[in-house]
């Protein structure tokens, strides 16, 4: 099983950027998905995580300006980010609580990271 993140890259402040990341192998369920981010010099945190069912939850900083979505059929989560600041500017990871179908036991997997640069 793995997750494989994609979409980062440089944009202007105000500007907008879409991530995906797409978990892979033999999985029995997907619960929760989302995104962390870590910046520079600083601890990872929370950005935004969805459930099964479509619930979300977003970090107060990206309220408003950050969507994050699912597509079940395709095991994939999306991060939408419009209105992007310097602030913005991170590794960018996925993560996914699933039942791998190899352990039958819930996990957490990681995505391998991408890099979102906002330039000021």
């Known amino acids: 099983v793995q997750l494989q993140a994609s979409g980062g890259g440089l944009v202007q402040a105000g500007g907008y950027l879409s991530l995906s990341c797409a978990a892979s192998?033999?999985?029995?369920?997907?619960?929760?998905m989302g995104w962390y981010r870590q910046a520079p010099g600083k601890q990872r945190e929370l950005v935004a995580t969805?459930?099964?069912?479509?619930?979300?939850n977003y970090a107060e900083s990206v309220k408003g300006r950050f969507t994050i979505s699912r597509d079940n059929a395709k095991n994939t989560v999306y991060l939408r980010m419009n209105g992007l600041k310097p602030e913005d500017t991170a590794v960018y990871y996925c993560?996914?609580?699933?039942?791998?179908?190899?352990?039958?036991?819930?996990?957490?997997?990681w995505g391998q990271g991408t890099l979102v640069t906002v330039s000021s």
């Open positions: 993560i996914a609580a699933l039942t791998p179908s190899s352990s039958r036991v819930n996990q957490v997997y």
């Open positions: 192998g033999s999985i029995l369920s997907i619960n929760a």
């Open positions: 969805i459930t099964s069912g479509g619930s979300t």
